[in-house]
């Protein structure tokens, strides 16, 4: 069963950045598209950026303009650049790959999950 790993977690100031990155144990084929989700204490999981298989991409409104989702076609791995980072951004942040696996039909791969801590 293919994983997804993530890297790149940890403790920030606030105003600081950190960069997380998600890549498969092994091949993932028909991706529809990849996100970043994150999920703080008491919260549902959230969708923080997502990038579809043209490229285009969106984002939550709380991190527009701070975060940047990109992907590194050759290697099938996504990043999620946060800068300026704020004390609310701490949570649990989750990558997501949704491969298309028929008609109307889809299937979701998950990683393990990596803490990011923005405090002072």
């Known amino acids: 069963q293919v994983q997804l790993v993530e890297y790149g977690g940890g403790l920030v100031q606030p105003g600081g950045s950190l960069r997380l990155s998600c890549a498969p144990s092994?091949?993932?084929?028909?991706?529809?598209?990849m996100a970043w989700f994150r999920q703080a204490p008491g919260i549902q999981r959230e969708l923080v950026a997502r990038?579809?298989?043209?490229?285009?991409?969106n984002y939550a409104d709380s991190v527009k303009g701070r975060f940047t989702i990109s992907r590194d076609n050759a290697k099938n791995t996504i990043y999620l650049q946060m800068n300026s980072l704020k004390p609310e951004d701490t949570a649990v942040y989750y990558c997501n790959y949704r491969q298309i696996t028929g008609v109307w039909k889809e299937y979701d791969y998950w990683g393990q999950g990596t803490q990011v801590n923005v405090s002072s």
């Open positions: 092994g091949d993932i084929f028909n991706i529809k598209h």
């Open positions: 990038i579809f298989i043209d490229g285009s991409t």
